[in-house]
Nanobody, 123 residues
Framework: QGRMVESGGGLVQAGGSLRLSCAAS????????MGWFRQTPGKEREFVAA????????YYSDSVKGRFTISRDNDENMVYLQMNSLKPEDTAAYYC????????????????WGQGTQVTVSS
């Protein structure tokens, strides 16, 4: 079994930056695509970004494209989400997970979700 542990969330003013980290333990995930999702109370989990197993391909939702950057370090079993130009609408709990199917934009294709890290952007 594997486990994802997210960190790096916090409170930031609009226009600021945060870097989220996801540590994957219990199994080597270097051959799987990884993704970040976010969720606010009462809403479904929303795709944010994903990265292929090699790091050669990245995918973003339209709402974060140009502001967020996903990256990974397979030697360290880490995935990162650099978030710049943050907006109040980015406020959510952010989760990382493993794409079991290889598809990257649907939460149903992911497993081994972490506990999440809260990001709050004040206006």
């Amino acid at each position: 079994q594997g486990r994802m542990v997210e960190s790096g969330g916090g409170l930031v003013q609009a226009g600021g930056s945060l870097r989220l980290s996801c540590a994957a333990s219990g199994r080597i995930w270097s051959t799987y695509a990884m993704g970040w999702f976010r969720q606010t109370p009462g809403k479904e989990r929303e795709f944010v970004a994903a990265i292929s197993w090699s790091g050669g391909s990245t995918y973003y939702s339209d709402s974060v494209k140009g502001r967020f950057t996903i990256s990974r370090d397979n030697d360290e079993n880490m995935v990162y989400l650099q978030m710049n130009s943050l907006k109040p609408e980015d406020t959510a709990a952010y989760y990382c997970a493993v794409s079991i199917s290889g598809r990257v934009r649907d939460a149903a294709d992911y497993a081994y979700w972490g506990q999440g890290t809260q990001v709050t952007v004040s206006s």
